[in-house]
């Protein structure tokens, strides 16, 4: 695929710079593929500094590409009161 504007060029570079997550990578291609058998929701956790959120990059950036809408929820934002 070749990138276009200055967005597509960084988030095809990010996607290349994302390395060691490719079982995590496989789970979220395989949410976004629409296997029976693949799973709703995946949990991301960990301790910072990690790569979560250039893994949530990705997985929003392949669900893009795929045709699928896209709303980022930041929980810092959440009210986490239980009603």
């Keep these: 695929m070749v990138a276009t504007g200055l967005a597509a060029r960084l988030a095809e570079a990010r996607a290349g710079a994302l390395v060691g997550r490719e079982p995590e990578r496989a789970v979220l291609d395989r949410m976004l593929s629409g296997a029976a058998d693949a799973p709703l929701v995946a949990y991301v956790h960990g301790p910072g500094g990690i790569g979560k959120s250039s893994l949530l990059r990705y997985a929003a950036r392949q669900a893009e590409l795929a045709g699928r809408r896209v709303v ?12």
């Design 72 to 83: 980022p929820v930041d929980a810092r934002f959440l009210d986490a009161d239980p009603r």
